[in-house]
């Protein structure tokens, strides 16, 4: 069964960039479709970008144009490009599978603070 587990967070400054990265352990990672979400303090766990099994991509509109998703199924990794950071950008976020088998379990995350 696949295991994802985020890395790349840490506080960066308003207009800073960061880039996350979600390793997948397990087989099938190449046949998902993923999701990146957030979840602020005090605040519902929301996707902010989605990306198919074959790469076409999909953003919250608060997101669009800053973040960029990708992908690299040879290293069963998914990424996620932040730039222009904002402080509501803050956040834990997440990588997941978008349905199926233990689509419901959430790693760790990691965190992204956006603040001078």
């Known amino acids: 069964q696949v295991q994802f587990v985020e890395s790349g967070g840490g506080l960066v400054q308003p207009g800073g960039s960061l880039r996350l990265s979600c390793a997948a352990s397990g087989s099938g990672f190449s046949d998902y479709d993923m999701g990146w979400y957030r979840q602020a303090p005090g605040k519902q766990r929301e996707l902010v970008a989605a990306?198919?099994?074959?790469?076409?991509?999909n953003y919250v509109d608060s997101v669009v144009g800053r973040f960029t998703a990708s992908r690299d199924n040879a290293k069963t990794t998914v990424y996620l490009q932040m730039n222009s950071l904002k402080p509501e950008d803050t956040a834990v976020y997440y990588c997941?599978?978008?349905?199926?088998?233990?689509?419901?379990?959430w790693g760790q995350g990691t965190q992204v603070t956006v603040s001078s």
């Open positions: 990306i198919t099994s074959v790469g076409i991509t």
């Open positions: 997941n599978k978008r349905w199926g088998l233990r689509s419901g379990v």
